[in-house]
């Protein structure tokens, strides 16, 4: 353990820290930079709290007045990360607090050897329980020697070489919420030490941090001070790294209003309490939206047109691909409690549906299934480009619920894409098959004299119905979606 956190303290370990050259990443002007990948100023304090973490200090109180005036602009404008939903893996649905580097090494090599990759799935996040129970002398986080021999920035270098980035997991409380070492007081150290690894990604989750709370702040501003102050912290490390955070899981109902405030504060926020692999709850939850997959579905609109390009709505990790036999308990848990089942698992079309969903709304696609054993028909959906490209349209633009809450039975949005294509998704969320015809013009549909071409990106399918606006015809099976593509034909890109 003391080699890991000595391996931080040192500046020649930070040369070793491997940048991806990536078109998408914004290059920073070379006087901010140095040759470790790190800002000048960031180095510095690499060198000083290296060995004086005294300065670290109590986290600052927050006020509201003080929070109110705050919060800084949206953090792509300085950083130009997330232009799309970040993908990736987490290994928290799999493996829980047990996460070892064996398990992230594992996983990097299959996104690679799977075509998930080349997909887009880039980023390989280590969540809760990487941490030894304690910090070193110095303040300084230390992996969990067993599970992590070689440390974090050994790790970095493992899956950077592999064309990856690594993303970690923290929170602004005392203590994770496997109570492990939080961040509280320790953010700008943690941001430095973190950076210095090589990491790319930080998700950043309350747990107990709502419990710090002084008398007289609101538990909405004590939100936004924990969550901008590790914001801060990251930014002046100089280090591109995407912010993830997740204000609901301490169970305030204030961290469920986090798209009021988190788009200017961070990269992807929850909008959902954590997610398990079933279909639907059944059974009384108290406070836990988004448990299993449908019920994701309504604050995934409520909230969708928060979301654009370097801020995200998040609907957690994908339940796509998880197992009875490899999955975390704690997860497998979660979908008994709801749905009263002992194993629990979507099916192959549950899964599509899944899929299709957090595509069109634009949300973070981060896997979580076992990547090396999964089935052929969770690669192929896995890695359907035509499905991931809604998902990743650069244009970002919002899914708007047409039709009501029932539209002939079924749940219906439309999304408008980059070129002026548009995206239509149909969920059919009863327990019996559905037919429907369903005209163009409530679908908000502009008339084209040469009609369109709808492609069906599930099946692949190409059709061109008769009309300047076209009837969609679905026929789905129980938890079915379709997932269209409607291209205006004879209009020009734009
Ligand atoms: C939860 C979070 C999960 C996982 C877990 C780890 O709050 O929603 O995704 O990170 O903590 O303890």
């Known amino acids: 353990m003391i080699d890991d956190a000595a391996r931080v303290r040192r500046i020649d370990d930070a040369a070793r820290v491997r940048r991806i050259d990536d078109a998408a990443r914004v290059r920073r002007p070379a006087w901010v930079r140095s040759r470790f990948g790190l800002s000048l100023p960031a180095l510095l304090t690499v060198l ?12 600052p109180d927050a006020s509201d007045a003080s929070v109110g005036v705050g919060i800084p602009a949206h953090r792509e404008v300085s950083a130009g990360l997330a232009r799309t939903p970040p993908m990736g893996w987490n290994s928290w649905n799999l493996r829980g607090a047990a996460v070892s580097a064996v398990d992230i090494r594992a996983a990097a090599d299959a996104l690679v050897a799977t075509g998930m990759r080349d997909a887009g799935y ?12 304690a910090r070193d002398e110095h303040g300084t986080l230390i992996a969990d020697p ?43 150290h943690d941001a430095v030490t973190f950076a210095a690894w090589g990491v790319d990604y930080l998700k950043y989750d309350a747990c107990s941090y709502p419990g710090l709370r002084p008398a ?26 995407v912010y993830s955070i997740n204000p609901s899981s301490s169970g305030d109902p204030a961290g469920e209003r986090a798209w009021s405030w988190a788009p200017s504060v ?27 997959t449908s019920d994701s579905f309504d604050p995934a609109s409520a909230w969708a047109s928060e979301g654009g390009p370097g801020h995200w709505n998040d609907l957690d990790m994908l339940a796509v691909g998880l197992t009875p036999s490899a999955v975390n308990p704690d997860v ?22 899944e899929l299709s969903v957090w595509s069109m709304f634009a949300s973070a696609l981060i896997a979580g299934n076992d990547l090396t054993t999964m089935s052929p028909a969770t690669r192929t959906m896995l890695t359907n480009r035509a499905v991931l490209a809604i998902d990743q349209d650069p244009l970002g633009g919002p899914a708007s619920r047409r039709g009501g809450d029932s539209w002939d039975g079924l749940s219906v949005w439309t999304r408008p894409l980059a070129g002026g294509d548009t995206a ?71």
């Open 332 to 353: 497998e848990n979660l979908a008994s409690l709801a749905t009263g089942r002992v194993s629990n698992q979507l099916d192959d079309i549950e899964a599509r549906t």
């Open 122 to 133: 880039r980023y390989v996040t280590i969540d809760d329980g990487w941490m030894f129970p």
């Open 146 to 188: 067993g599970r992590f021999p070689g440390g974090i920035a050994a790790l970095a270098r493992y899956v950077h070489a592999r064309g990856l980035r690594l993303g970690i997991y923290e929170s602004p409380g005392r203590t994770t919420c496997q109570g492990r070492p939080g961040s509280y007081g320790h953010e700008a």
């Open 48 to 59: 000083v709290l290296g060995g004086l973490c005294g300065l670290c200090g109590d986290a």
């Open 266 to 292: 961070a990269n992807l926020w929850r909008v959902t309490n954590d997610h398990a692999p079933c279909w639907a709850t059944v059974l009384p939850m108290d406070y836990y939206p988004g448990v299993c």
């Open 424 to 494: 239509v998704l149909v969920v059919n969320r009863g327990d019996t098959r559905r037919a429907a015809d369903l005209p163009g013009s409530p679908l908000a549909l502009r008339a084209n004299p040469a009609g369109y071409e709808i492609a069906d990106l599930w099946t692949g399918r190409l059709t061109r119905p008769a009309g300047t606006v076209p009837t969609l015809s679905v026929d789905l099976a129980p938890h079915e979606a379709a997932l269209l593509r409607l291209t205006p034909v004879g209009r020009t890109a734009g």
């Open 216 to 241: 007289g702040t609101s538990a909405r501003a004590w939100l936004v001070a924990g969550f901008t102050r590790m914001r801060n912290a990251l930014d002046a490390t100089g280090r591109p790294i």
